[in-house]
């Protein structure tokens, strides 16, 4: 019989706290709890909800049910903070020249360095006021998102999309490489760029495109323009056949000397 091993490790995420103190609206809740769920935090504590509808949040967070059940009531910030090593803070504006603010990228980095030696908890505070200033009095870092100055309020569940986002970010699981596109293929070699320019450059000699422009100034440009796209193989032999195919056209289309040009199709013919 295979033995038990210890637990595993906690990810760094897990040790990230979402505190929401004395939160009014159970929609804003729910709306918390779904932008946890995007970026992999799952510990949430709430101190003394207005509502906290389980079925209402469920509606607005679909599958959320692992996350609200292991969601924390709590009857103050006191208690929903005491075994925290870190806490961070949120606030609209700066609120007194005694206190640090941070933006939430700085922040971000802090909060995973912090959370590798213990909890860290992130405080949101009542939609229609924020945190009070006892409640700021607990935190060790303060963040301030930045926004427009003529509109600088932000929802409940706004700010924290922001902070989840930037902190999931700076962490390993949002490091993960983005997808390439479907077909992406190789660099092409620098051989298979030049076969690319010459064939562009021969097809716009066809159409006599260069006229009195430098032919080299126009290649020099178009070089310029295309290694700065960076196309893999596959983008650099569309380009490469885009100007090979000019010049199969005109040879296709341009009657030869004592050759008639084929007739068009009349319109009731292609229909056939």
């Known amino acids: 019989m295979r033995s038990e091993g210890p637990p595993p490790t ?6 990230v ?5 004395h ?10 709890i779904r ?27 679909h599958r959320s049910e692992p996350l609200i059940d292991a969601a924390t009531i709590h009857d103050s910030l006191e208690d ?3 075994d925290a090593s870190f806490i961070v803070g949120t606030t609209a504006r700066a609120r007194t020249a005694g206190r640090s603010y941070s ?5 971000a980095s802090t909060v ?19 945190l009070t200033n006892e409640a700021l009095d607990l935190c060790h870092a303060l963040a301030i998102i930045p926004t427009h100055p003529d509109y600088s309020s932000l929802n409940l569940a706004q700010a924290s999309l922001v902070l989840a986002y930037e902190i999931f970010l700076a962490s390993e699981a949002g490091a993960e490489p983005l997808p390439l596109g479907r077909r992406a293929s190789r660099p092409p070699t620098q051989a298979e760029l030049e076969q690319t320019f010459e064939a562009l450059e021969g097809g716009l000699h066809t159409i006599e495109f260069f006229k009195a422009r430098k032919p080299s100034a126009i290649m020099r440009t178009l070089r310029t323009i295309i290694t700065r796209a960076a196309p893999d193989l596959r983008e650099t032999r569309l380009l490469g056949a885009i100007g090979f195919e000019i010049g199969h056209y005109l040879r296709r289309t341009t009657p030869r000397d004592g050759d008639a040009p084929e007739p068009s199709k009349s319109a009731s013919e292609d229909e056939v």
């Open 10 to 15: 906690p990810g760094i995420l897990d040790r």
């Open 17 to 21: 706290v979402i505190v929401l103190d």
């Open 23 to 32: 939160p009014q609206n159970v929609v804003n809740i729910a709306g918390v």
């Open 35 to 61: 932008v946890m769920m995007n970026f992999g935090l799952g510990r949430l504590r709430l101190v003394n909800p207005d509502d906290f509808d389980r079925y209402r949040i469920e509606g607005i967070a």
């Open 80 to 82: 929903a903070v005491a």
């Open 103 to 107: 933006r939430p990228r700085e922040i």
């Open 112 to 130: 995973l360095a912090r959370a590798g030696e213990g909890d860290v908890a992130v405080l949101f505070g009542r939609e229609d006021r924020g």
